[in-house]
């Protein structure tokens, strides 16, 4: 079973920084394309930022200029630095792998709370 694993998350307060892990397996990792969802209670998961193999990168509209999201190709990780962070950051992020077929390949899920 393909696993991505993430770490990172956490309680921090409001205009604090974070920053996620998410390391895949290489054969994923050379062939998806890399991105964080992210998921708040009662809401639907929405994508926060995905990078391509090229170095491509998309961002919500309400995480750009904070959220950087970055891999590195010699350790199979992507990471999501998230700063300045708001208390409606708050939410489940969610490490996922996407294939050009729109498979999809998902993370366990690492809570990040904003909140003073």
């Known amino acids: 079973q393909v696993q991505l694993v993430e770490s990172g998350g956490g309680l921090v307060q409001p205009g604090g920084s974070l920053r996620l892990s998410c390391e895949a397996p290489?054969?994923?990792?050379?062939?998806?394309?890399m991105g964080w969802y992210r998921q708040a209670p009662g809401q639907q998961r929405e994508l926060v930022a995905r990078?391509?193999?090229?170095?491509?990168?998309d961002y919500l509209d309400s995480v750009k200029g904070r959220f950087t999201i970055s891999r590195d190709n010699a350790k199979n990780t992507v990471y999501l630095q998230m700063n300045s962070l708001k208390p409606e950051d708050t939410a489940v992020y969610y490490c996922?792998?996407?294939?050009?077929?729109?498979?999809?390949?998902w993370g366990q899920g690492t809570q990040v709370t904003v909140s003073s």
């Open positions: 990078i391509d193999n090229g170095g491509s990168t």
């Open positions: 996922n792998a996407r294939h050009s077929s729109n498979y999809h390949l």
């Open positions: 290489r054969i994923i990792f050379n062939n998806y394309a």
